[in-house]
Structure formats: C-alpha cells, structure tokens
C-alpha cells in the first residue's frame, strides 16, 4: 500500500497534538498549539458584472494559460495582470466572472492559484461568493500577494466548490434562522491520517440542546450519493486520538457557547483499487436540524470508511 500525497504534512503525533489542543485550548491554554501563519493572499470585489479595476491582459485580448486554468464550473477569468512590482509585495490580480446555470441561489467556493511566468505555484487563496441567483452572473476581482522573480505570471481557476445557498455555512454575518452556525476547518494530515474539526456555536437567544453524534450524507462532485463509505461512532480503529472516543453525553449549549465534534480517516490506497474522494458532506447537528453542507475533501483512498467523534462543549474561559 501506499499514501497519496498532500500539499501539508506534519508528524502522527502532532495530528494527536492538534486535535487534543483543538478540543481542549480553552482550559488548559498553556497545552495547546499555537499556529502561527503569516496571510499573504486577499479577495476583493463586491459588484456584479465586470469586476473593477483595468487589467493588463483584458476581455479581448488573448489571455495567457491553458483553456481549463480559465474556465470551470461556472467560473471564468476575463481578464488579469502580471505581477505588479509597483506595490510590495507584488500583486498579481484577475478579474473574474461567476455565473449560475442552476435552478436555485448557490454559493461558490472559488481557489485561485498565482503563477510565475514559468508555471510555479507562488500563492493561493480562496474566495466565496455567496447566494448568486439561478441564471445571474456575478463580476468580482481577486488578488494575490507573493512574488514572481521575472515579473511575469498569471492567475488559473484550481478548484471550484458550490453548495446551495441555503445551506452554505454561516462563518459570519447575521445568525442563522437555526440559531446556531456549523462550520468545519481546514484540518491537517499526517503520513495518511486526516482529521477535520466541526464546530457549532450558539448565535441565537435560546439554549440548544445536543445528545450524540453529527449526522452526515457523504456527496460526490456532483454533490449526489457518494458511493458505499462505512461511517463509524468514534475512532472505529482509524487511529487512537485522546478524546475521539469519548461517548455521546447531553450538551447545552448556552447563547454565545461552542461544542465541537471531528472526522477522521485515513487515505490510504490498495493496489489495484479505486480511490474515493468525497469533497461534499452535509451535517446535521442533530435529528430535525437543518442542514449544512460543508467541502472538508474527505480523500479516503480505498479505506472506505470515516470516523466522526460525538459532540463536546467547550470549556468555559
């Protein structure tokens, strides 16, 4: 057997580090692990229709890249720069255009590569567009901060995720109808082993009561069925994580408290198998509850199966 490869690795044991820490920072501050990361990439643009500002490379003109880095899914670059050594860092910058072919709103999920004149990745980021109408199409601008040693370069299109609107994840702006907002982070990746941190936070005005497990539907890329993944209560022998384990106790939730649950796997892949991934997966915080679809980019090789911990309040501060 072997590990496919991923773009961020660290150690089994910091995976065991961070998922103690990432449940348990709260009280014990001093045992958690602090991530220091310097930001370097930015989204902008708010308008709909062309995005704003002049690029060098226009709609019209031949723009540089490979057909695919500049159409998918919706989503299409019509314009962009090279990187501009007038700011510092430089920015490189490409206007770009989202449109819903779909019977209903979507939110889109946008992850934009910077390249260097010779095709090498300087940066990434992610930009959201959220709650584009069935037929609209919406003009935005996105910016990337890095460097390119000859000057040159260009923006691709390296992935493109769209939820409904109607269940895309609520990180900020006004509480949902629910009450609460269900996200999931980024999570990290060891020699194999991934875990994905979900989190719910009371944003309402009323208690809200927990007792179990998150529910989960599994999505494809065409965000239908995925094929047969086994889900299991705890770490179903994924690996030993402090607290993974830990049985489904009654959890209330006080306005403005948090509790946290996590998936786990391995992507691992037999010879001669057929790899899954499942970039879609819809959460339940709980039975009745409405859905939230979330893009954690379950990689699950041909292990078929993920486990998913049991719901834990934060401690309070």
Same mark, same amino acid.
């Given at each position: 057997?072997?590990?496919? &490869? /991923?773009?961020?690795?660290?150690?089994? %044991?910091? =995976?065991?580090?961070?998922?103690?820490?990432?449940?348990?920072?709260?009280?014990?501050?001093?045992?958690?692990?602090?991530?220091?990361?310097?930001?370097?990439?930015?989204?902008?643009?708010?308008?709909?229709? %062309?995005?704003?500002?002049?690029?060098?490379?226009?709609?019209?003109?031949?723009?540089?890249?490979?057909?695919?880095?500049?159409?998918?899914?919706?989503?299409?670059?019509?314009?962009?720069?090279?990187?501009?050594?007038?700011?510092?860092?430089?920015? =490189?910058? %490409?206007?770009?255009?989202?449109?819903?072919?779909?019977?209903?709103?979507?939110?889109?999920?946008? &992850?934009?590569?910077?390249?260097?004149?010779?095709?090498?990745?300087?940066?990434?980021?992610?930009?959201?567009?959220?709650?584009?109408?069935?037929?609209?199409? +919406?003009?935005?601008?996105?910016?990337?901060?890095?460097?390119?040693?000859?000057?040159?370069?260009?923006? /691709? =299109?390296?992935?493109?995720?769209?939820? #409904?609107?109607?269940?895309? #994840?609520?990180?900020?702006?006004?509480?949902?109808?629910?009450?609460?907002?269900?996200?999931?982070?980024?999570?990290?990746?060891?020699?194999?082993?991934?875990?994905?941190?979900?989190?719910?936070?009371?944003?309402? &005005?009323?208690?809200?009561?927990?007792?179990?497990?998150?529910?989960?539907?599994?999505?494809?890329?065409? /965000?239908?069925?995925?094929?047969? +993944?086994?889900?299991?209560?705890?770490?179903?022998?994924?690996?030993?994580?402090?607290?993974?384990?830990?049985?489904? /106790?009654? +959890?209330?939730?006080?306005?403005?408290?948090?509790?946290?649950?996590?998936?786990?796997?391995?992507? $691992?892949?037999?010879?001669?198998? &057929?790899?899954?991934?499942?970039?879609?997966?819809?959460?339940?915080?709980?039975?009745?509850?409405?859905?939230?679809? +979330?893009?954690?980019?379950?990689?699950?090789? $041909?292990?078929?199966?993920?486990?998913?911990?049991?719901?834990?309040?934060?401690? %309070?501060?």
């Amino acid at each position: 057997m072997h590990e496919m &490869t /991923r773009s961020r690795r660290i150690s089994s %044991a910091c =995976i065991r580090v961070w998922w103690d820490g990432w449940m348990r920072a709260a009280v014990f501050p001093a045992l958690s692990v602090v991530l220091t990361c310097a930001v370097f990439a930015t989204g902008c643009g708010t308008q709909d229709g %062309a995005g704003g500002g002049k690029a060098a490379v226009s709609e019209g003109s031949a723009l540089p890249g490979d057909p695919d880095d500049l159409a998918r899914d919706g989503v299409r670059i019509t314009g962009m720069t090279g990187w501009s050594r007038q700011e510092t860092p430089p920015v =490189i910058s %490409a206007e770009f255009e989202v449109t819903n072919r779909e019977s209903e709103p979507f939110t889109y999920t946008i &992850t934009f590569d910077g390249l260097s004149g010779h095709g090498e990745v300087v940066e990434n980021t992610k930009q959201t567009v959220p709650e584009v109408g069935p037929g609209r199409t +919406v003009g935005r601008t996105v910016r990337l901060v890095g460097s390119s040693p000859d000057g040159r370069g260009r923006v /691709r =299109i390296a992935e493109v995720r769209r939820v #409904p609107a109607a269940e895309a #994840p609520a990180e900020s702006g006004p509480c949902p109808p629910s009450g609460v907002r269900l996200t999931a982070d980024d999570g990290d990746a060891a020699m194999g082993l991934r875990v994905v941190g979900l989190r719910l936070t009371n944003c309402g &005005t009323r208690a809200y009561r927990l007792n179990g497990f998150p529910l989960l539907e599994l999505l494809d890329e065409n /965000r239908k069925p995925a094929p047969a +993944v086994k889900v299991v209560k705890g770490g179903g022998g994924i690996a030993t994580v402090a607290g993974f384990d830990a049985p489904a /106790r009654p +959890v209330v939730l006080e306005p403005g408290q948090t509790a946290r649950a996590g998936l786990m796997w391995r992507n $691992t892949t037999d010879a001669g198998g &057929t790899a899954v991934n499942v970039p879609y997966v819809r959460v339940k915080a709980k039975p009745g509850a409405p859905p939230v679809m +979330v893009t954690p980019e379950l990689d699950l090789g $041909t292990t078929g199966k993920l486990a998913v911990s049991s719901w834990r309040k934060d401690p %309070a501060r």
